[in-house]
Nanobody, 121 residues
Framework: QVQLVESGGGLVQPGGSLRLSCAVS????????MNWYRQAPGKQRELVAS???????NYAESVKGRFTISRDNFKDTAYLQMNSLKPEDTAVYYC???????????????WGQGTQVTVSS
């Protein structure tokens, strides 16, 4: 497993933007899939966005058109650009990474510690 460190969370007004970063301790090219999850108080953790090593992306319906996931294979970092933020986007956001074997076997892979995003006026 690798170590993941998220950053970039904070307090933002509705309609604002934030960019989350997920720094990978090893070589990001060894990771097949990078995911961003979020968990709001009293709710289950949900998958927000995913990106494969090849650059294919997938988004939850609730964030399509507003969030963009990306990965920089030279900086060993994944990002989540969040625009047009809404109060319902308030949650702890977690970075998750799976290598080929973890993805194949449906194992969770590695997790970051989470970063709080609060959308409020």
């Amino acid at each position: 497993q690798v170590q993941l460190v998220e950053s970039g969370g904070g307090l933002v007004q509705p309609g604002g933007s934030l960019r989350l970063s997920c720094a990978v301790s090893g070589n990001i090219n060894n990771l097949l899939v990078m995911n961003w999850y979020r968990q709001a108080p009293g709710k289950q953790r949900e998958l927000v966005a995913s990106i494969t090593r090849g650059g294919s992306t997938n988004y939850a319906e609730s964030v399509k058109g507003r969030f963009t996931i990306s990965r920089d294979n030279f900086k060993d970092t994944a990002y989540l650009q969040m625009n047009s933020l809404k109060p319902e986007d308030t949650a702890v956001y977690y970075c998750n990474a799976q290598d080929f074997f973890e993805y194949r076997d449906s194992r969770e892979g590695s997790w970051g510690q989470g970063t709080q995003v609060t959308v409020s006026s």
